[in-house]
């Protein structure tokens, strides 16, 4: 190995299914072995049964629906108001100088705090989880969007202006196109954060969803089920991710050129 040397696609793929092998191959010594109790922990064949017991069931099948129903409509309620704040924060010095300090105050905030409040003004139905998702995940995309289309090469814009562009033509013809690539790949890396923010939702005041079951299973002393929960996530969240890379990959080729 060299640094910065890259790998070929085949060699990625080889070296991210050792990781897996080899995790796989230590806990089962630990939990085959007898090193960790199995009420502490469950070994990997218990959590497949605990896994296929739940699927076939127990419901599970729409535990898993419903959380990533309120991953998708917190995230695309969240990403529908920051993309615009975020690019007029970018564009506007005086929208920026205006939102930002507010907007940089309010992404240190913890979503979870906000759940007592929540639920006394939502309940604990599914408007209170979705606005857990969309605390989360919405001041992180505004910053992220205002400081990359911020970063638009200004000689891109003074070539705009001389060719007889207005201030619309250059956010709609030189700042988005700019900033579309790296727009999305914000969208991408903050969607995997509103995994985190539903899991939170969803251990307080919830009758279903991924959370739930790991809530109910928790209280059962039942870590076989909680594993294969917190694995589930794991997987529709990196299902998730290569299909939003493959998306951007394909409505922004030139990024990659």
Do not use: C
């Not at 419901?59 to 704040?85: H, N, S």
């Amino acid at each position: 190995m060299r640094p910065l040397d890259p790998v070929t696609s085949k060699q990625r793929a080889a070296y991210g299914l050792a990781f897996f092998v080899l995790f796989v191959a230590l806990w089962s010594w630990a939990t085959f072995g007898g090193h960790v109790s199995k009420t502490f922990l469950a070994n990997p064949l218990t959590m497949v049964q605990e896994g296929v017991e739940l699927l076939t069931r127990q419901g599970f099948l729409f535990d898993i629906g419903m959380t990533i129903w309120r991953v998708v409509g917190g995230f695309a309620l969240a990403a529908a108001i920051a993309v615009p704040l975020g690019v007029l924060m970018g564009a506007y010095k005086p929208v920026e100088a205006f939102l930002e300090p507010f907007v940089s105050f309010a992404r240190y905030l913890p979503a979870s705090a906000f759940i007592p409040l929540l639920i006394l003004w939502a309940g604990i139905g599914e408007l209170q989880k979705l606005l857990v998702i969309f605390i989360g995940s919405v001041f992180q995309i505004i910053l992220m969007i205002a400081v990359t289309v911020g970063a638009t090469r200004r000689d891109l814009v003074e070539a705009a202006y001389t060719l007889g562009a207005s201030d619309r033509g250059i956010i709609r013809r030189v700042l988005l196109p700019s900033s579309a690539p790296e727009i999305a790949e914000i969208l991408r890396l903050v969607l995997g954060w509103a995994w985190t923010y539903v899991i939170v939702a969803e251990l307080i005041g919830s009758s279903s969803g991924i959370g739930h079951m790991i809530t109910d299973s928790q209280a059962l002393l039942n870590t076989g089920q909680i594993i294969f929960g917190i694995i589930v996530i794991g997987l529709i969240g990196l299902i998730s991710d290569f299909l939003f890379k493959a998306f951007n990959a394909w409505l922004f080729p030139w990024k990659l050129a």
